[in-house]
């Protein structure tokens, strides 16, 4: 398996949780420690500490070595792999898009033809 | 929990997997048959279909309902919604990586000069 493959098995599997999106998404304003963290989530310390760690395998935070306060910092790369491979995909939503307008469009032009039809009866 | 976080989460589990992904890959360039599907990945027939059903409920994948030959294709609004949401984080891995221009550029400035002085002794 490819390296860039595992990380992005890994980078996917941990952004399918809300929770642990939602602290990147903390994260994302500034460094902050595991209690600050902690604190909106309504959740116990041992839940929180697992959510970072496996945010932490997955490259997407790193935490200090401070013995007292260990803040927790976000890593964007894996973010940057992520939404450059779904840009490889953006051809096909483009298309999609495009013909959902053209659809729409033509049933726009038979509605108010239909429209112009009826008035005139 | 907010529907689009609900996508988010099952969205983001249907892709951490390769052979989903690769699935999603080869579906890219047009429909095709489940058979078809399976053959580059040397899987049984179950084990495809499982992945396919993955996808399908993470609405990454529609199935033809014909009897006979039930094409897949891809759906890519998933996908678009992925790439919004890893974008949001562009700002930081674009700071990360003119901080480390900066910080390259420092370097190779250091360097030159040091280059320098020694060749001047």
């Known amino acids: 398996m490819k390296p860039t493959s595992y990380t992005l098995d890994t980078t996917f599997a941990a952004l399918a949780d809300p929770t642990r999106r939602a602290i990147l998404a ?5 460094e ?6 902690a604190e909106p989530f309504e959740m116990t310390m041992p ?3 697992k959510h970072l760690r496996v945010l932490e395998r997955a490259g ?5 070595r401070e013995a007292q306060w260990r803040p927790c910092r976000i890593k964007a790369a ?3 792999e992520v939404a450059e491979w ?3 995909y953006r051809d096909i939503w483009e298309q999609r898009l ?6 729409l469009q033509e049933l726009t032009a038979k509605e108010k ?3 112009r039809r009826k008035r005139s009866k």
């Not at 902050?32 to 963290?37: D, F, G, N, P, Y």
């Not at 495009?98 to 659809?103: A, F, N, V």
């Open 60 to 64: 997407l935070i790193a935490q200090g």
């Open 98 to 103: 495009d013909r959902l307008d053209i659809y």
């Open 78 to 80: 894996p973010l940057k």
């Open 86 to 88: 779904a840009e490889q």
């Open 47 to 49: 839940a929180v500490s």
């Open 113 to 115: 033809k239909h429209g």
């Open 26 to 30: 903390r994260l994302a304003s500034g």
């Open 32 to 37: 902050c420690s595991v209690t600050e963290l």
